[in-house]
């Protein structure tokens, strides 16, 4: 199985435009969060949803917005990129019942 | 949200046991330690977790004191390719308090020949 797929592997993105980071699982699981790593830290969760329909905010939510429609996929946007976004964004998904969660591959993001 | 404090860094040598221990003096009840395991250029990965006592399977083993205010992630005779940051997360993980699950910075493990 796939698990949790991400696109692009990377991207360098002008200040000002939008992009969506797209996020796929396959393995049917409720719950699924964004998370941002900046260069030698640990991760920040930005938005995730625990059931399809439902979002939530994170630690550090302003400037991406993220939707739901189904359980698969949960697409993260932002709306106009500034180069404080510049990060990897990782994916992730879990079953709500065991809680541990499974990480994509990540983007790497370059907002100039 | 149980704060963690794992050391930053720690070496250690192909063949030898490697322990590391992080703190969360102001764990819940209903939380769960769980450690992930990052390489470079890849998404964290799920190593193990517990609730009480001791929990082993194929990788490591992971050590809970009766207080629940520390842990120790044990890594048995390593390898080069166990090099890669180590996070220790505490929290309800279950439904949506899986949200609030902090990562906070690892330990970076270095394994020399």
């Known amino acids: 199985t796939a698990g949790i797929t991400q696109a692009p592997t990377s991207q360098i993105l002008a200040a000002g435009r939008s992009m969506t980071l797209r996020c796929t699982q396959d393995?049917?699981?409720?719950?699924m969060y964004w998370y941002r790593q900046d260069l030698g830290l640990g991760l920040r969760l930005i938005h995730y949803?625990?059931?399809?329909?439902?979002?939530g905010k994170g630690e550090v939510p302003d400037g991406y917005s993220v939707s739901r429609a189904n359980t698969d996929d949960f697409p993260l946007t932002l709306a106009s990129a500034v180069p404080s976004q510049t990060s990897v964004y990782f994916c992730?998904?879990?079953?709500?019942?065991?809680?541990?969660?499974?990480f994509g591959p990540g983007t790497r993001l370059t907002v100039l | 949200l149980a704060k963690t404090t794992q050391p930053i860094s720690m070496d250690s040598y192909e063949g030898q046991e490697v322990n590391i221990t992080c703190s969360h003096n102001?764990?819940?009840?209903?939380?769960?330690i769980t450690w992930y395991q990052q390489f470079p250029s890849q998404g964290p990965r799920f190593i193990i977790q517990?609730?009480?006592t001791k929990v082993t399977n194929e990788v490591a083993s992971l050590f809970i004191p009766a207080d629940r205010k520390s842990s120790t992630l044990s890594l048995p005779r390593v390898s080069l390719s166990d090099t890669a940051v180590y996070y220790c997360?505490?929290?309800?993980?279950?439904?949506?308090?899986?949200?609030?699950?902090?990562f906070g910075s690892g330990t970076r493990l270095s394994i020399r020949p």
């Open positions: 997360l505490v929290g309800d993980i279950g439904g949506s308090s899986a949200s609030k699950i902090i």
């Open positions: 949803s625990n059931t399809a329909g439902t979002t």
């Open positions: 517990g609730y009480k």
């Open positions: 102001n764990i819940a009840t209903n939380d769960y």
């Open positions: 992730a998904s879990s079953d709500s019942e065991e809680g541990v969660q499974f």
């Open positions: 393995m049917r699981h409720n719950a």
